[in-house]
């Protein structure tokens, strides 16, 4: 069974820095495209970055400049490098991971991610 699993969340100050991971297992992340969402308090999920099977990564406007995603393949990781980070920001992170096109096959438990001023 794929399972994927966030770590690297935590409490920042606004225009910190803050580097997310999560390591898929069950299965080779170079089958899969990946994603991160986030949920901000009282908002809908809402989509970060899809990360596809060639390591390019498609981003929300809003976090387009301030957030890189990447993938580390040989070790199951996928990253998201979250820099210049704003109150906005503020959500629980999750994971992703498809075969196929959205929805998601899998997710994350989710981590959190708190930007303070």
């Known amino acids: 069974q794929v399972q994927v699993v966030e770590s690297g969340g935590g409490l920042v100050q606004t225009g910190g820095s803050l580097r997310l991971s999560c390591v898929l297992s069950?299965?080779?992340?170079?089958?899969?495209?990946m994603g991160w969402y986030r949920r901000a308090p009282g908002k809908q999920r809402e989509l970060v970055a899809l990360?596809?099977?060639?390591?390019?990564?498609l981003y929300a406007y809003s976090v387009k400049g301030r957030f890189t995603g990447s993938r580390d393949n040989a070790n199951n990781t996928l990253s998201l490098q979250m820099n210049n980070l704003q109150l906005e920001d503020t959500a629980v992170y999750y994971c992703?991971?498809?075969?196929?096109?959205?929805?998601?096959?899998?997710w994350g438990q989710g981590i959190q991610v708190t930007v303070s001023s």
């Open positions: 992703s991971a498809r075969r196929g096109g959205l929805p998601p096959d899998y």
């Open positions: 069950g299965g080779t992340m170079s089958a899969y495209a």
């Open positions: 990360n596809s099977i060639e390591d390019r990564t």
